[in-house]
């Protein structure tokens, strides 16, 4: 595809449901991440495939958030018993290669999803 | 939590002016990059800078990077109405930092919020 594509754009659950976000990323490439964004804020790593291996998840703030990329290309973001505090941007990025040294490849973001716990 | 620290929070200037931004970080980095985020939109990303570099141009932007004092600098001349968006610094932590791995994880800063007025 063009770019990376997020879906949905806008998501508003109550209290205590699960909610599931979906990434599409460029094709071929290799890496993709999941950041949180708050308003006001930068964005903060959640977690990082390398095609359908979560090498590292560290930034998921509870067992509540579970991610998977099963085929190496599209990934899901899952919120279980979401709360207040879940309300943010949900932003995923994608880059080709997985080198993460000096020359590694800049990162290509989708334009998230909107995530507001009522 | 945020490694980097923006400066100034906000900037307001008019069209043709030039903009700088500040970002310092803590920890040794294998790059550093810088991207602009518009309204309700996703990262862009807008110019990467390695460690071993002092200073890179690319067309109205011109980063300089120092790694003694952990800080870089943006900026963007003869600014324009449509440069108006929120700008982020990002690190990619160095092998050392990273757990012995590196991905290109990157640790945002909490930005800097242009506005250009026409």
């Known amino acids: 595809g063009a770019g990376v594509s997020q879906s949905p754009r806008y998501k508003v659950a109550k209290r205590g449901q699960d909610v599931a976000l979906r990434c599409d990323p460029i094709?071929?490439?290799?890496?993709l991440f999941w950041y949180q964004q708050a308003l006001g804020q930068g964005p903060e790593f959640l977690t990082y495939?390398?095609?359908?291996?979560?090498?590292?998840k560290s930034g998921l703030p509870s067992d509540r958030f579970f991610a998977e990329r099963p085929e190496g290309s599209v990934s899901t973001l899952k919120i279980q018993r979401t709360q207040q505090e879940d309300s943010a941007v949900y932003l995923c990025?994608?880059?080709?290669?997985?080198?993460?040294?000096?020359?590694?490849?800049?990162?290509?973001f989708g334009d998230g999803t909107r995530l507001s716990i009522l | 939590s945020q490694q980097g620290e923006e400066d100034p929070q906000a900037l307001s200037i008019q069209e043709g002016e030039n903009a700088t931004m500040n970002c310092s970080y803590k920890?040794?980095?294998?790059?550093l990059q810088w991207y602009r985020q518009n309204s309700g939109r996703g990262l862009v990303h807008l110019i990467l800078?390695?460690?071993?570099?002092r200073e890179k141009h690319s067309g109205r932007l011109r980063v300089t990077l120092d790694t003694s004092k952990k800080s870089s600098s943006l900026l963007i001349t003869a600014s324009r109405a449509a440069d108006t968006a929120s700008y982020f610094c990002?690190?990619?932590?160095?092998?050392?930092?990273?757990?012995?791995?590196?991905?290109?994880?990157?640790?945002f800063g909490q930005g800097t919020i242009l506005t250009v007025h026409p």
């Open positions: 990025a994608s880059s080709l290669t997985w080198y993460g040294g000096r020359d590694n490849q800049p990162q290509h």
């Open positions: 990002a690190t990619a932590a160095s092998l050392a930092n990273a757990g012995g791995t590196s991905y290109g994880k990157l640790t």
């Open positions: 094709s071929g490439h290799v890496s």
């Open positions: 495939f390398q095609n359908e291996a979560q090498l590292d």
């Open positions: 800078i390695r460690s071993n570099e």
């Open positions: 920890t040794s980095i294998n790059n």
